[in-house]
């Protein structure tokens, strides 16, 4: 049996991982795969997490299965978090998943049950695993203009017109609701506006990926278009990781939500969620839930999460105006403004994937060839060496 597996392509962000672990250089920089590190280079666990931990330890005293939907006090804490009564409770459906991925396989899996012919459409470029993981399913999928190359800024004319073109009753557009990944390039509020009456007058409906709330500007600013689409909307759907925010990547910690037109089509969209966790992996992870649960419902946890998110916000912040300050320098132009425009964790420099290798070959800089940086993979000692390798290979 096994000889008729037929070798997968390796994925290149994880690709990245094995190659700079491997590389024997002692100043090289990894600025793949998307985890925040600290100056020091390490990916901290955060003080709440722990504190929140040793409450789980000192007060756990079963570990029996919770149910299909996981822990209820960690679902109605992220709709809080996510949502913030932006829609009536009583529309919400909501599951645990493994991790901000697992909601998003869910997510694809949910569209193909209910709407088989719909049309997933995908920023271009996007994270890969989302139009690996349709591919993988079968579905249909297309790509909305979404990255200017040139100004490194959203091709926003690009994106509408697409969608004006293309987009069908019923299609599903995907939509990354802060800190794009890959780009780092996002809508603004009024741009979200009119992608959402866009999306409206088709007749179609929008999913929303969040997978980095708190990293872009600021825990409510980053979930504000989230809130806008699903107030606006009769039916979307949902997509959070806690991966980053709460720095709990190992623990696969995530929930995908649905927002229906009303408490009856809410609880039929609440079975699914359910039957599909059931058929994927019955019951969900729940150790990162309950660390998540625990942080949101006590207030001193929460305020003290809330400080540390916001300093791991800002550092990535102050990284992005040295690095473009530096090449402003280097470069004698504003050139590379983009990078303290941009939000989140990624900045797509906009260059070649030869162009990228010959920094990973001369300088040991290791970011995905399609030339997305993760900006928490520096610190103010590296920014300097980064610059100097960007101006010697001539992005
Ligand atoms: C990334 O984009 O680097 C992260 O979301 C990690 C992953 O699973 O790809």
Redesign the pocket.
Known sequence: MLEHLKEQPA?K??MLLQAFREDPRADKIDL????YKDKTGLTPVMRAVKAAEQKIWETQNSKSYTSLAGEPAYIDAMIGLVLNGAVARERVSAVTTPGG?GAIRQAFELIRKASPDATVWVSNPT?P?HVSILNYLGMSHTAYSYFDATTRDVDFAGMMADLTKGLKAGDVVLLHGCCH??TGANLNAEQWDEVIALIKAKGAVPMVDL?YQGFGDGLDADALATRKVAAAFDECLIAASCSKNFGIYRERTGVLMTVARDAGQAKLAQGMLQFLNRQNFSFPPDHGARIVATILNDEALKADWMAELEEVRLSMLGLRTQLSDELRRLTNSDRFDFIARHRGMFSQIGTTADKVEQMRADSGIYMVSDSRM?IAGLNSDTVPLLAAAIVKAGV
């Open positions: 994925d962000i994880l793949g795969v998307g985890v991925t994270w695993n990944n890959p997978a993760n």
